[in-house]
């Protein structure tokens, strides 16, 4: 059994910043890319961030020069860092990563999601 859990949202004003977390546990043999995704309402899902596992980034216009994804392979926790925040970026936060089990089954996992709200 594997699973995501993330950390981190809030409410926040504009300008603040939030660092959200994101482990995985349970049955793993490796954690291949990590993503952080957000769902606004009455929005498309968008991906935020990508992360390989040999630390290749990969930001969305609307968050570079903001926000910073990186991992520590050791906890198979990926990390958002979001500085700057806009009441546009007001969403809910998944993460999502592709995982190879013990047992080498692949699979592409997702957290609960974390609620980030920016007032304005």
């Known amino acids: 059994q594997v699973q995501l859990v993330e950390s981190g949202g809030g409410l926040v004003q504009a300008g603040g910043s939030l660092r959200l977390s994101c482990a995985a546990s349970g049955s793993i043999f490796r954690v291949n890319a990590m993503n952080w995704y957000r769902q606004a309402p009455g929005k498309q899902r968008e991906l935020v961030a990508t992360i390989t596992d040999d630390t290749n980034t990969k930001l969305a216009d609307s968050v570079k020069g903001r926000f910073t994804i990186s991992r520590d392979n050791a906890k198979n926790t990926v990390y958002l860092q979001m500085n700057s925040l806009k009441p546009e970026d007001t969403a809910i936060y998944l993460c999502?990563?592709?995982?190879?089990?013990?047992?080498?089954?692949?699979?592409?996992?997702w957290g609960q999601g974390t609620q980030v709200t920016v007032s304005s």
């Open positions: 999502n990563a592709a995982i190879i089990a013990r047992n080498l089954r692949r699979g592409d996992y």
